[in-house]
């Protein structure tokens, strides 16, 4: 059952870097944001750090709620093998494309249209669980529906995009997009 760490050690390492699929929740002072995301966009740099390559999407709670409260949770989950659930439970930071961080983290991800923000999360504390009713569920591919959308657009459409739809969260925080 359930077990808590204090950092990501090297089996949880392995079990998240199998993962096609994790998720993200923050919550600012409105809204609970709960995100699922892909695309080879997430790299371990060491036992209590974790970056991901955020996408342009539909909104942009993540960013708008690490403003406010930088707390956030990733949570993995088995749908194949072993049951397995881990959570890491942490503070992040959102670096955008005129950050100096960009330019440090930008070179560990593929090059993908539509990159946004790159999050920045110092894991406090990795939480286990057996994910025993979690169903089976076959990987098949990688949905390229984001890229070409993003490709057609160009990144002068996307900057716009960005300013359109996401500037503000749904209860109208700023995110900090850089535009």
Not at 30 to 56: A, H
Request: glycine share 8%.
């Amino acid at each position: 059952m359930g077990k808590q760490f204090v950092s990501i050690d090297s089996a949880t390492q392995v079990f998240i870097e199998n993962q096609k699929l994790f998720f993200v929740a923050t919550a600012g002072s409105g809204k609970v944001n709960l995100s699922p995301k892909g695309m080879d966009t997430l790299r371990i740099l060491d036992s209590n750090r974790v970056v991901w390559l955020n996408l342009t999407g539909s909104g942009n709670e993540t960013a708008a709620h690490l403003l406010e409260y930088n707390r956030i949770t990733l949570m993995f989950c088995a749908f194949e093998g072993k049951p397995n659930i881990i959570r890491l439970y942490g503070k992040a930071n959102v670096y955008h494309h005129n950050d100096p961080q960009w330019n440090e983290l930008i070179h560990l991800f593929p090059k993908l249209p539509g990159s946004r923000q790159i999050i920045d999360v110092q894991v406090e504390l990795v939480q286990s669980s057996c994910g025993m009713s979690v169903p089976f569920m076959a990987y098949q591919a990688e949905r390229e529906d984001l890229k070409h959308w993003t490709e057609k657009q160009g990144e002068d459409r996307i900057r716009e995009y960005w300013e359109r739809k996401n500037a503000v969260s749904l209860d109208g925080k700023p995110s900090g997009i850089s535009l």
